[in-house]
């Protein structure tokens, strides 16, 4: 069956199919798969426990899907294409042949390393192949892949080796970042001093630097392939295997591993991909997002490989050599559909026009943003200058724990509009619901976006702990899937998100809770209590504010102070979580039951105290005034 919706009458029709018939709908997808055993059962659910399994019964492995099947028709189209850092250094390019070359050979070197399936393998390595390689590698034999952001510390990497439990870890020496080069094995090597579970380190050679190698536990990648086979065969997993974790934060301190299982994640990334990008046999696909976030692993990796498109993988940032470099490497691969995030956008937007008026940029056909809200101007700059007003812009609205893209405009077939994500895709049922947990059945009306109808790629658990995700996801309205967003809809049906409704928020598209940043600038010896906030930021989207309290032996220089801070959140959590702004107070806005009041505090950041509302339940009124006088 060709699902590929090419018409506004087709999606219509293939919406109202996968809400009247959704197993049907979704059988008649799974199809196109190669499974090992067709499925029992497509469905079987219910969002109280929660437990929902896709395709039950049903046998398959995914990489035979995005590799094998692959061979007899595009064995020499070209897999991926890696672009380096530096442009200087040449480019590297695999045909789906030898992508599952590489794939088996690492497969095999994690089996020669004791991994087995089922089996937690954590990835912490840069955006160079072997990464993509590892991932595949765990899903051809069945271990369960967790990648770690490289940027996080030492101390992030050992919590989530930790929860996961995971038997080895895959990693490189260093990494290269715009002009600088960063260490990478050393950071793994501080995690490892606390994660017994870990029994083999697996180095990749990337920048050829003189690392620390532990003897019977630390191998080099470039030596073990010396010993491995090129085939390796994949492994027979059922549908509702695991197939990875991924962590990410909510809006209590601890992230979570949310955890995504092989049949439905693969249907669900590869009919998303196809159909919101409007994907051709012959285009170059470029996204730009990190395989350490959920975007990389659905469309860098998966949805792609499965649609047996060319994807292209980037290990550069986009200012380096100079704020022209995405738009020279479109030029460069003629890239066809291209994939980026809102903040990117805006740090291009202010770096100038003449970077990307220097390019061509003719081979664009689609444009796409993910990962937070995209601004009307940042929309409309990348609209015209980058689209040159020819490419559709889809506005791409999902998370960790949805899988794949679920609200979105399909390229030149549904209507787009700025600042708004489109209509729901096939299989996708939201629903708007008000503060009394009601549904909001008008249009232009603000509530909480939940989903009333699973889909294939939907969280199945948090992992090593259930309770925990029917809390965070299920239990604040009965039989709805919570998303801790708040939308509306236009007049016309268009989704709109407004942004998170809980403690979480979202920096340069980067998740996290404000708990998590506030429990790691507690660990900082001078301070007694901390709340952090987000606020409007240019760039970023929204930025890190956070309100300390410190002890008595703290020091009197603000400004060291505040370095401390920051040092002590980048050991913690990592850069990327780094406080924008610091402001020391002596005490935190409190009701007399202890609760600190976030609203004021908030009011504050966005540098609006004209009405800071009802402060007469505070405990201590007078510390207001002192944190609107020292604002920053
Ligand atoms: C949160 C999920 C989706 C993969 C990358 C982020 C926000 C995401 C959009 C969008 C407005 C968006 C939401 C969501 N978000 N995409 N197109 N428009 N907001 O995944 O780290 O799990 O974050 O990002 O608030 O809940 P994530």
Known sequence: MDYRIRSMEEYQAAYQKSVDQPEQFWADVAENFTWRQKWDKVLDWNFEEPNVKWFVNGKLNITENCLDRHLEKRGNKLALIWEPNDPKERFIRFTYRELHEKVCQMANILKRNGVQKGDRVCIYMPMIPELAFSVLACARIGAVHS????GFSHTAMADRINDAQAKIVLTSDGLNRGPKQIPVKRVVDEALVDCPSVEKVVVVDRIGWAVNMVEGRDV???????????????????????????????????????????????????????????????????????????????????????????????????TFPDPGRFWQVIDKFGVNIFYTAPTAIRSLMA?????????????????????????????????????????PVVDTWWQTETGGIMLSSLANITPTKPSHAGFALPGVQPILINQEGQEITENEQEGYLCMKFPWPGIIRTTYGDHERCRQSYFSTYKNLYFTGDGAKRDKGGLWRIIGRVDDVINVSGHRFGTAEIENAINQNRHIVESAVVGYPHDVKGQGIYAF?????????????????????????????????????????????????????????AEGDVSNLGDTSTLLDPPVVDEIVKGAL
Not at 252 to 271: F, R
Not at 553 to 577: C, F, M, S
Request: proline share 4%; net charge negative.
């Open 147 to 150: 990648v770690i952001f490289a």
């Open 220 to 318: 080099w990648y470039h030596e073990e392939l010396e010993h491995v086979d090129k085939n390796c065969p994949a492994e027979e997993m059922d549908a509702e295997d695991l197939l990875f974790i991924l962590y990410t934060s909510g809006s209590t301190g601890k992230p979570k591993g949310v955890v995504h299982t092989c049949g439905g994640y693969m249907v669900y990334t590869d009919y998303t991909f196809r159909n919101v990008f409007q994907y051709e046999e012959s285009d170059i696909y470029w996204c730009t997002a990190d395989i350490g976030w959920i975007t990389g692993h659905s469309y860098l990796l998966y949805g792609p490989l499965l649609s047996g498109a060319t994807t292209l993988m980037f290990e550069g940032v986009p």
């Open 351 to 391: 770096a100038g026009l003449d970077h990307v008026l220097s390019y061509s940029l003719d081979s664009l056909k689609v444009l796409g943003s993910v990962g937070e809200p995209i601004n009307e101007e940042a929309w409309h700059w990348y609209h015209i200058h980058v689209g040159k007003e020819r490419c």
């Open 548 to 604: 300390v309290v410190c002890g008595e032996e703290a020091p009197t220089n603000e400004e060291n102070l505040r370095a401390e801070v920051i040092e002590t959140v980048v050991d913690q959590i990592g850069k990327i979580a780094k406080p924008d702004k610091i402001q020391i107070v002596t005490g935190l806005p409190k009701t007399r039951s202890g609760k600190i009041m976030r609203r004021i505090l908030r009011k504050v």
